[in-house]
C-alpha cells in the first residue's frame, strides 16, 4: 500500500461516514458472537424504541422536536437565556461568530461531571447538576468576559490561552465538597484549542467559505472539527501523522472513530449556520452519540448484555475494549433503532433525523431507566475519564 493510500485511510476516519461504516461492522462481529466483552440481544431493541418514543412525547407532544445541541441546556426554568442575551446582536455574523465561540468552549467543558457536583446558578436560582450544569456555568463563564481579551466586549473566546484549573474551578464552583472530575483536564483542553483555532468563532467564517450555493452538509462541519480541533486532544492515537481523535484500536474491530464530543458539537453549530442564513443539509450523514445516556438505554434496556456481569461494578479506561464496543455498539443500535421510534411516532426520517431522536428521545430514555434502575441515576458502567471523552 502506498504512503498516498495510507494517508488516504487515516484523513477517512475523520468523517461521520467512517464512525457509521465501523459502528456497524462492530454490530455485525456481535451478532456473530465474536465480542469477548459483549453479547447483543436485538429482540429488546423495541422496548428501548418505545421508551425512546415514550420519552419523545412527553417532553414534546406536538413533536415539534429541536435538534439534539448544547442550545438546548441553557434553557432554565422557561428561559433560553443564550436566547435572552443574544438579542443584543444586529451583525448575523458576529452573533454566529460569539454563538461558534459559546458552543465550542462549552461543549469541549461538558465531558461528564462525576455524580457529586452541582452548580447554583444565581440569577435564576437553580441548581443544576451533570450537562445542564456544565451547560450554565459555561454560559455565565463566557458572559463574565474572563474568556474575552477585551472585558468591554465580553462575548467572544479570544483568550482562552490564559485558561486554567484555578479559572474554571472558580467559574465552576468547585471546592472539597463540590467536586468535578477532570478539571485540570478541562483547562489544558482550552489552551490548546487557543493553540489550535485561535478564537473558536474564526471556524464560523471557514464553514461559510465551504457552503456552495447556500448550502453546506452537516459531515462538513465535522470534517471541520476534526481537521482544526484534532490536536487539542490529550495522549491519543496518530497516524500518518495526523492526530485522530477519538479514534480507538479494539482488538476484533481494528481502528474504532467514534468522535463523539465532535458530532454533538457539529450538531450545536448548525443552529448558528441556519441563523446566519447557511442551509446546512444532509443532517443524518452525522450519526448518533457514543455516549453513556444512549449506550446507557441499551444496557438498561437489555440490547446489550455483559458477558462477565461483574464488569458493572469494575472501573474501565475509556481505551478498553469493553467501552470501546460499547460505544460502537452505542452508534449502530442508534440507527438500528431510529425507524422504529419513527414508525411508533408516525414521523418520516425527513421529518424526524437522528438529531431530533436523539433530543426527544434516547438521551432522555437513557437518563430515565437509569434513575429506575439505581439510585444515583448514573450510567450502568464505570468508566474512567480525564474529562475528555464523555
Do not use: C
Not at 6 to 29: K, P, Y
Not at 68 to 91: K, T, Y
Not at 330 to 355: I, K, N
Request: hydrophobic content about 45%.
Amino acid at each position: 500500500m502506498s504512503d498516498t493510500a495510507v494517508t488516504e485511510d487515516a484523513r477517512r476516519l475523520l468523517s461521520a461516514a467512517a464512525v457509521r461504516e465501523r459502528a456497524h461492522q462492530m454490530l455485525d462481529i456481535a451478532l456473530a458472537d465474536g465480542l469477548a466483552e459483549w453479547r447483543v440481544n436485538l429482540d429488546r431493541l423495541p422496548v428501548a424504541a418505545e421508551l425512546t418514543a415514550q420519552a419523545t412525547l412527553e417532553a414534546y407532544p406536538g413533536l415539534d422536536v429541536p435538534f439534539h445541541a448544547r442550545w438546548r441546556h441553557f434553557e432554565v426554568a422557561g428561559r433560553d437565556l443564550w436566547a435572552e442575551r443574544a438579542q443584543a446582536f444586529s451583525d448575523p455574523g458576529k452573533r454566529a461568530r460569539a454563538e461558534f465561540d459559546l458552543a465550542i468552549v462549552s461543549v469541549l467543558l461538558d465531558a461528564g461531571a462525576g455524580m457529586a457536583w452541582r452548580y447554583r446558578d444565581a440569577a435564576t436560582g437553580a441548581v443544576l447538576s451533570r450537562s445542564e450544569g456544565l451547560a450554565i456555568a459555561s454560559l455565565r463563564l463566557f458572559e463574565s468576559g474572563a474568556l474575552s481579551s477585551d472585558r468591554s466586549d465580553p462575548l467572544k473566546a479570544d483568550a482562552l490561552a490564559r485558561v486554567d484549573a484555578a479559572v474554571l474551578a472558580q467559574a465552576f464552583q468547585v471546592g472539597d465538597n463540590n467536586p468535578l472530575v477532570g478539571l485540570e483536564g478541562r483547562a489544558a483542553l482550552l489552551r490548546r484549542l487557543a493553540d489550535a483555532a485561535g478564537r473558536p468563532g474564526s471556524l464560523y467564517d471557514e464553514m461559510a467559505g465551504r457552503a456552495q450555493d447556500g448550502r453546506l452538509p452537516a459531515p462538513v462541519i465535522l470534517e471541520v472539527l476534526l481537521a482544526r480541533l484534532g490536536p487539542i486532544w490529550p495522549g491519543r492515537l496518530t497516524l500518518e501523522g495526523l492526530p485522530m481523535g477519538d479514534v480507538w484500536r479494539h482488538p476484533a474491530g481494528g481502528l474504532v472513530p467514534l468522535h463523539k464530543l465532535s458530532q454533538w458539537l457539529a450538531y450545536s453549530l448548525i443552529e448558528p449556520l441556519q441563523a446566519s442564513g447557511i442551509d446546512v443539509t444532509d443532517i443524518d450523514g452525522l450519526t448518533g452519540l457514543a455516549e453513556y445516556r444512549n449506550g446507557g438505554l441499551f444496557v438498561d434496556a437489555g440490547v446489550l448484555v455483559l458477558r462477565d456481569p461483574a464488569d458493572a461494578e469494575r472501573a474501565h479506561p475509556v481505551e478498553s475494549p469493553l467501552v470501546v464496543g460499547w460505544r460502537a455498539l452505542t452508534v449502530a443500535l442508534l440507527d438500528r433503532m431510529a425507524p422504529l421510534v419513527r414508525e411508533r411516532l408516525g414521523v418520516s426520517a425527513e421529518a424526524f433525523p437522528l438529531a431530533r431522536m436523539l433530543q426527544g428521545g434516547s438521551w432522555t430514555a437513557g437518563r430515565k431507566i437509569a434513575a429506575q434502575k439505581r439510585a444515583d441515576g448514573g450510567p450502568p458502567l464505570k468508566v474512567i475519564s480525564d474529562g475528555t471523552v464523555f
